[in-house]
């Protein structure tokens, strides 16, 4: 296992890599399995994956955790009920793993993937993942100049583009919704309609998931919004 | 006196002083029986119950590399835990990944032996 410390704008110069197996993430600052991020909690929820926790370190990241492991699922839902029933502020470090579908997404699933920390421990965290990023990256820009944030970022992009033109994204789907929302959300049936190519049962499962994550929700019986 | 590196910059045996933070805990508790001289667990094959070890193993990273690690003795592992040899078996393995921690080390065959713990950071 080779953790980064990482914090959430850095995912945007990053691109998810599958190797032997292993869902990695490459980075300016190197190569990764394991991804630490430590932020202050700001809104919970509850997907069939397991609970959703969204950190904010300067910027919002949303992680499921604990969809493949009980034990760190369990720790996840302590977090949940506390932040329900708390008025302070919680700060969680948390060890999550890449994976991306049509998008890049991190999940947590190993045992204590997720813990709660004080405000100390945030500030600390973020001092060291600083200082250990200026070291990378300065070893990183002599010896693999070709791996640069905008490359990486030309890269994920040509990729996406490419997937798309193969496969049905999440977030065509949410990009159909949005743009043909007039104000009431639009009828499911015009989704299959649009996407007709694709197979009904994986679109049906594609928008129950998008729900599940709370991209989506259905203000009335068969018709849907984009959560903004 | 040995100074403060990246774990990314230490050579092999050379001691240093390392920042950063438990990303797993493996084990807490070791046992080694006498009559077989060897680790086992809490009951030996040889039917001896050996008394418990103190000793913490896991896995530490300060954000540039992630190596195995472990307390190289007792009253170390209770300098970094907090808590003293008798109570270690109650310990919650996220009591100890909740800081970050300053600690003198070595490397030896890609494993990080912690030989001290000094102020938490």
């Known amino acids: 296992m080779d953790v980064l410390f990482l914090s959430t704008r850095d995912l945007r110069n990053s691109r998810y890599v599958r190797i032997n197996n292993k869902n990695l993430l490459e980075t300016r600052f190197g190569t990764a399995d394991t991804l630490a991020f430590c932020g202050r909690l700001e809104e919970v929820g509850n997907t069939r994956y397991g609970p959703r926790l969204r950190i904010n ?169 984009v959560i903004e | 006196m040995p100074i403060e590196k990246f774990l990314d910059q230490a050579t092999e045996n050379e001691r240093f002083i390392a920042n950063g933070f438990i990303v797993q805990v493996y084990n807490m508790v070791s046992y080694y029986c006498k009559r077989c001289r060897k680790f086992s667990d809490r009951m030996c094959e040889c039917g001896n119950f050996p008394e418990p070890i103190f000793r913490i193993s896991g896995l530490f990273s300060d954000g540039t590399r992630t190596y195995p690690f472990i307390t190289l003795n007792e009253r170390i592992a209770e300098k970094l835990s907090g808590v003293n040899k008798d109570n270690a078996i109650n310990l919650d393995k996220k009591e100890i990944m909740k800081k970050p921690y300053r600690i003198m080390c070595y490397i030896r065959n890609k494993k990080l032996y912690i030989t001290d713990v000094l102020d938490k950071l």
């Open chain 1, 57 to 225: 370190d300067g910027d919002s990241l949303s992680v499921i955790v604990g969809t493949f492991n009980e034990n760190v699922r369990r720790d996840a839902e302590a977090i949940v009920k506390k932040f329900r029933e708390s008025d302070g502020d919680i700060y969680l470090l948390m060890y999550g793993n890449p994976y991306e579908t049509d998008k890049l997404y991190i999940n947590v699933n190993q045992d204590n993937g997720v813990i709660v920390v004080d405000k100390g421990t945030y500030d600390k965290f973020h001092d060291m993942r600083k200082s250990a990023q200026e070291y990378l990256r300065k070893k990183y820009d002599d010896k693999l100049p070709e791996i640069r944030g905008k490359e990486i970022s030309d890269g994920i992009k040509d990729r996406i583009i490419e997937e798309d033109e193969f496969s049905l994204s999440n977030s065509a789907i949410i990009e159909f919704i949005r743009n043909n929302d007039e104000g009431d959300g639009v009828p499911i049936d015009d989704i299959f309609k649009f996407f007709g190519n694709f197979d009904r049962e994986v679109l049906e499962e594609r928008i129950f998931e998008l729900m599940e994550m709370g991209y989506l929700y259905e203000p009335k019986s068969r018709v849907l919004k």
